[in-house]
Nanobody
């Protein structure tokens, strides 16, 4: 079993930056693909980014490409989401997810999910 705990959310002005962290505990972190999703009020959950467990391959949604970067530190059992040039439409609860299969993470069908961290971007 894997436990995921997100942190780093908060209130930021448009154009600002935040870095989210997702700390994993439990099974071997380095064997899992990791990803981030977000959900804004009244909207469906949306894929943001994912990183493979071995190659470090990353996949980022078009809506945040060029502004958000996903990375991982297997030694610290942590995955990060660096968010730059934030916009009010980035406001959402951001969730971390993990699965042994990369495609499941991207599809939003990962086995493990964190409880989320709120990101609010003011205009």
């Amino acid at each position: 079993h894997v436990q995921l705990v997100e942190s780093g959310g908060g209130l930021v002005q448009a154009g600002g930056s935040l870095r989210l962290s997702c700390a994993a505990s439990g099974r071997t972190f380095s064997s899992y693909a990791m990803g981030w999703f977000r959900q804004a009020p009244g909207k469906e959950r949306e894929f943001v980014a994912a990183v493979a467990w071995s190659s470090g391959y990353t996949y980022v949604s078009d809506s945040v490409k060029g502004r958000f970067t996903i990375s991982r530190d297997n030694a610290k059992n942590t995955v990060y989401l660096q968010m730059n040039s934030l916009k009010p439409e980035d406001t959402a609860v951001y969730y971390c997810t993990a699965d042994a299969r990369f495609r499941m993470v991207v599809a939003g069908d990962g086995d493990y999910w964190g409880q989320g961290t709120q990101v609010t971007v003011s205009s």
